[in-house]
């Protein structure tokens, strides 16, 4: 069982920046692949962004250019580095990790983009 546990979040203005951080616990396994999803009220949720444990990373094409995500495989933690946000930003911001194709979630933080 994999337990996330997410920080970061909040409300900034538009052109302002933050940063998510999530840290998996609870196996003695790293997570094959650990990203974020983002839902806006009543939308999908989606992908913004994923790396796997090798440092390959998957972008939306929506947050290219201004989200940057990283991961610290010793600490079993994943970044997101937002810049550049904007109010269609504005979404619930999931952890997610998959092992051995199960997938866990964290709870969710907030992030709003208003002035």
């Known amino acids: 069982q994999v337990q996330l546990m997410e920080s970061g979040g909040g409300l900034v203005q538009p052109g302002g920046s933050l940063r998510l951080s999530c840290a998996a616990s609870?196996?003695?396994?790293?997570?094959?692949?650990m990203g974020w999803y983002r839902q806006a009220p009543g939308q999908q949720r989606e992908l913004v962004a994923a790396v796997t444990s090798g440092g390959r990373t998957n972008y939306a094409d929506s947050v290219k250019g201004r989200f940057t995500i990283s991961r610290d495989n010793a600490k079993n933690t994943v970044y997101l580095q937002m810049n550049n946000l904007t109010p269609e930003d504005t979404a619930v911001y999931s952890c997610n990790a998959r092992l051995f194709i199960i997938d866990y979630w964290g709870q969710g933080t907030q992030v709003t983009v208003s002035s």
């Open positions: 609870g196996s003695r396994f790293s997570p094959d692949t």
